[in-house]
């Protein structure tokens, strides 16, 4: 089975800016989650989508935002960039049902807001 | 907010040698993940340990779990140089879907 695939790798962008980071989950997963890696706060999580739906949100500020396509890739946008976003953004994906299980991380995109 | 912390914050070992790491959480758990990152990528899943485990092994890795204490341990046998990476653990507080983690020990492997 291929694994979580994210792209781009990586990106960069000025303040006030937009970006849209994209994540394909484990075939058969139907969940995806986002994860926010800074040397500051570590590893936080964002979001989570389940069948298309947000299922758990992070604390986050609105600027943040996802979806979930019918095959369960998964998009998340950040809306007026600021410096303090620059991070590692991580993708997670599992089954989604029953007990939680197992989650699979992607690559990562690094981004860096200038 | 972190789940829990791991220590130590980092370890520097003779290859050889082995490497253990601990992880502290605040809540009740189903599970508890550890995974592993080298520098700048992404995480690797290394072993999932039910709260109704208490060790679990996985090649050179043996895992332990006390819930009464809310720790974990990583113990890595015989490590090597590629072993140089970022140590995290994560859980589900109870039954989330989603993972809070530790704040992670980087360890060093000298060859």
């Known amino acids: 089975k291929a694994g979580v695939t994210q792209t781009p790798r990586y990106l960069i962008k000025t303040r006030g800016q937009q970006v849209t980071l994209s994540c394909s989950p484990i075939?058969?997963?139907?969940?995806v989650s986002w994860y926010q890696q800074t040397p500051g706060q570590g590893l936080q999580f964002l979001f989570e989508?389940?069948?298309?739906?947000?299922?758990n949100k992070g604390n986050f500020p609105g600027r943040f935002s996802g979806r979930q396509f019918s095959n369960s890739r998964s998009e998340m946008n950040v809306s007026t960039l600021e410096l303090g976003d620059s991070a590692l953004y991580l993708c997670?994906?599992?089954?989604?049902?029953?007990?939680?299980?197992?989650?699979?991380f992607g690559p990562g995109t690094r981004l860096t807001v200038l | 907010s972190q789940q829990g912390e791991e220590d130590p914050q980092a370890l520097s070992i003779q290859e050889g040698e082995n490497a253990t790491m601990n992880c502290s959480y605040k809540?009740?758990?189903?599970?508890l993940q550890w995974y592993r990152q080298n520098s700048g990528r992404g995480l690797v899943h290394l072993i999932l340990?039910?709260?109704?485990?208490r060790e679990k092994h996985s090649g050179r890795l043996r895992v332990t779990l006390d819930t009464s204490k809310k720790s974990s341990s990583l113990l890595i046998t015989a490590s090597r140089a590629a072993d140089t990476a970022s140590y995290f653990c994560?859980?589900?507080?109870?039954?989330?879907?989603?993972?809070?983690f530790g704040t992670g020990t980087r360890l060093t492997v000298i060859p």
């Open positions: 340990i039910r709260s109704n485990e």
């Open positions: 075939s058969g997963h139907r969940s």
């Open positions: 989508y389940f069948s298309e739906t947000q299922r």
């Open positions: 809540t009740s758990i189903n599970n």
């Open positions: 994560a859980t589900d507080r109870g039954g989330a879907n989603n993972l809070f």
């Open positions: 997670a994906s599992w089954t989604g049902q029953g007990a939680s299980d197992t989650q699979y």
